[in-house]
């Protein structure tokens, strides 16, 4: 049974928890930054309801401009990229692109169901730790069941660490199979952090086994494609393949046979020459696919729009400068 009312304990565990969770559905975490440029932010836990760009270009000039991978351009970021701490990521009404248009996606749906969760957990929270401190004599009382509970979560958190960081060291000796001649390379990396633990601390304080492979770049070689599927379904987080260089023998790529890629969900074709009727069956064919990007004058708009109606569930684009 429950108390008459709260022990002060409860109101303090109730007021960290309510900053916690405020810290996490409010300021925004950068996801994408690109110093002197632009950065895209993300607000919301455990779903996103606000995607917004920020053009920065104001400040080339007295800011570094430079050309790093995501992971190397986050030493740049304000207030050592901890998203709590920076101004910009708590103006969520800020979004304008070069020429001053909102850039931004916003979902009221999601952001309600954010809300109505942050407002479960915080209950659950504190009942739980009254529940508890009703049953104890002082706040510093275990029993033997709250020593188990705890030496249980702990060992799981050890587990996950370990598989992790086992899993990171199978995928460090794969790239480095990478710099042989003919192989696939890493375009960018990507935090697979919780994001609950990237909204509080951001991605630059995640040490590098939460760090893999994202994206990788790989030539429309044929007779390459065999060693490509293997290389890339040891990379489980390589959600993301761009495809360049032109296609030698008869013009076509056999697309369809990247389906053997599990995860992959983004599709980058930077190949000549451009698509055709044929590509396009090819193409239809990879429906685990969320995203396929064209480079632009790629394919004509008929074309694309035949692709549009056999992948409804895909987005079709000829540039990769949204959200």
């Not at 309510?18 to 930054?33: K, S």
């Not at 040490?207 to 293997?230: H, K, Y």
């Amino acid at each position: 049974m429950f108390c008459a009312r709260l022990h002060r304990s409860s109101v303090v565990v109730g007021c960290i928890a309510a900053l916690l969770l405020v810290l996490l559905c409010v300021p925004g975490r950068v996801y994408d930054w690109d110093p002197g440029f632009s950065s895209k932010h993300a607000h919301g836990w455990p779903f996103v309801y606000l995607r917004r760009e920020v053009y920065i270009g104001s400040t080339i000039g007295t800011a570094p401009v430079v050309s790093k991978g995501y992971r190397e351009s986050l030493d740049l970021l304000p207030m050592e990229g901890i998203p709590s701490l920076s101004a910009d990521n708590w103006r969520f009404w800020e979004s304008r692109d070069l020429l001053d248009n909102p850039r931004c996606e916003f979902s009221p749906t999601t952001l309600a169901a954010d809300a109505a969760l942050a407002l479960l957990f915080l209950a659950a929270i504190v009942m739980l730790f009254e529940y508890r401190r009703c049953r104890r004599a002082s706040l510093l009382g275990f029993s033997l069941g709250d020593v188990f509970v705890i030496l249980t979560l702990v060992c799981c958190a050890l587990g996950w660490f370990e598989l992790t960081n086992s899993s990171f060291r199978r995928e460090v000796a794969i790239r480095t199979a990478f710099e042989v001649e003919d192989s696939p390379g890493v375009l960018e990396e990507k935090c697979i952090a919780p994001d609950w633990a990237r909204a509080l601390v951001g991605d630059r304080w995640m040490p590098s086994f939460m760090w893999r492979t994202g994206q990788v770049d790989a030539t429309a070689e044929i007779a390459q494609l065999p060693t490509l599927c293997n290389d890339l379904r040891a990379l489980p987080y390589s959600t993301t393949l761009v495809l360049s260089g032109p296609i030698l023998g008869d013009g076509h790529y056999p697309y369809a046979r990247l389906s053997a890629i599990r995860q992959l969900d983004t599709l980058k074709v930077w190949t000549m020459p451009r698509l055709d009727d044929r590509d396009v069956q090819e193409l239809s064919q990879l429906g685990g696919l969320k995203k396929i990007v064209l480079a632009e004058g790629q394919a004509y708009s008929n074309l694309i729009e035949r692709l549009q109606t056999a992948l409804p569930g895909c987005r079709i684009v000829e540039d990769d400068a949204d959200l």
